[in-house]
């Protein structure tokens, strides 16, 4: 079965300094990984995915991750925080089988500080 | 990306009664859409994977008499939550991927926040 952990429920980063909010993933196979980011009362939006190549994914607003098979982590970064990227942050793990289901990390919410 | 519209974002039903929640892909057909349901602070929950034409697969623990859902066309899929009582009370969320490209991302309506009184 398929996993995803994301350690901390809330990461606080000062606004204009690099953030970063890790995952950590468990597949049988080769993973695909993305990020998603949620804001109150909203649905999901997607930030950016690894399916293959480059380990190092760029998405939406300025966001970017590292793939990591070694330490099975994709940790989501952002070289300088805006206040605005405050929000709930997910990471998702989906199997390339079957009904390709989509599995969520707990979330960590993100708060940037003026 | 592509757009899929849930419908409605709000609703506040009485005790017994059924709410059907609407989720359309408005740019791409979907042969695949997700139900979810998120509860405070807490991560999206797998209710059920709704596949067009066919009977949905519903995860552990999930009542398929009390949510059903339909997958009629490749762009519109429902979830009723029937004689609902206060504990359903929750954020529904859908998702939908493309028929073509397993390798796409979901996509996700805005949600639905669903107050049962």
């Known amino acids: 079965a398929q996993s995803v952990a994301q350690p901390e429920d809330q990461v606080n980063v000062a606004e204009g300094n690099p953030l970063t909010v890790k995952c950590t993933y468990s597949?049988?196979?080769?993973?695909?990984l993305f990020w998603y980011v949620q804001y109150p009362n909203r649905g999901l939006q997607f930030l950016l995915k690894?399916?293959?190549?480059?380990?190092l994914v760029k998405g939406s607003y300025g966001f970017e991750a590292e793939f990591n098979k070694s330490q099975t982590s994709f940790h989501l970064k952002k070289p300088s925080a805006l206040v605005s990227d405050s929000a709930l942050y997910f990471c998702a793990v989906r199997d390339i089988g079957g009904y390709q289901k989509v599995t969520f990390g707990t979330g960590t919410k993100l708060q940037v500080i003026p | 990306g592509a757009v899929v519209s849930q419908h409605p974002s709000r609703v506040i039903c009485k005790s017994g009664t059924s709410v059907k929640i609407e989720c359309r892909s408005l740019d791409f057909q979907a042969t695949t859409m997700f139900w979810y349901r998120q509860f405070p602070k807490q991560s999206l929950m797998l209710m059920a994977t709704s596949n067009e034409g066919s009977k949905a697969t519903y995860e552990q623990g999930v009542e398929k008499d009390k949510f059903l859902i339909n997958h009629a066309s490749l762009t519109l899929s429902t979830l009723t939550v029937t004689s609902a009582h206060p504990e359903d009370s929750s954020f529904y969320i859908c998702s939908a991927i493309a028929s073509a490209g397993r390798n796409t991302e979901a996509f996700f309506g805005q949600g639905t926040r669903l107050t049962v009184v």
């Open positions: 690894y399916i293959t190549g480059d380990n």
């Open positions: 597949v049988s196979g080769n993973p695909y």
